[in-house]
């Protein structure tokens, strides 16, 4: 009866030490899982908070293009700055048509 007694707590302990084993093999495996996921889920909450940036561009883009007829305030600026600068434009009109003919021999050559 003690032999069998022994031979019982012995396959006990060998089913314990097994069973401990596959759950530890079993752990590993997705230890080693969610390593890999880590990285791809970092990426992807990065990317969320980008979302927030591309809102407000997005926010940002729509109130500039609502009314094609409207200029932003900045190009409206740059019309005032111009204005107040009292720039002079100059305009070069094109040659007479002589030296035209010569022009146009001298780049052919």
Request: proline residues 6%.
């Given at each position: 009866?003690?032999?069998?007694?022994?031979?019982?707590?012995?396959?006990?302990?060998?089913?314990?030490?097994?069973?401990?084993r596959?759950?530890?093999?079993?752990?590993?495996?997705?230890?080693?899982?969610?390593?890999?996921?880590?990285?791809?889920?970092?990426?992807?909450?990065s990317?969320?908070?980008?979302?927030?940036?591309?809102?407000?561009?997005?926010?940002?883009?729509?109130?500039?293009?609502?009314?094609?007829?409207?200029?932003?305030?900045?190009?409206?600026?740059?019309?005032?700055?111009?204005?107040?600068?009292?720039?002079?434009?100059?305009?070069?009109?094109?040659?007479?048509?002589?030296?035209?003919?010569?022009?146009r021999?001298?780049?052919?050559?």
């Amino acid at each position: 009866m003690q032999d069998v007694s022994d031979k019982y707590l012995l396959l006990e302990e060998t089913e314990k030490q097994a069973v401990r084993r596959a759950l530890v093999e079993e752990r590993s495996r997705f230890c080693v899982f969610v390593s890999m996921l880590r990285p791809v889920v970092d990426e992807e909450m990065s990317m969320l908070g980008e979302i927030t940036h591309l809102q407000t561009l997005t926010d940002d883009l729509k109130t500039l293009t609502m009314d094609p007829h409207k200029l932003p305030a900045s190009s409206e600026q740059v019309i005032v700055d111009l204005k107040s600068s009292e720039c002079t434009w100059s305009y070069q009109t094109p040659p007479s048509s002589p030296s035209t003919t010569v022009s146009r021999k001298s780049s052919m050559c």
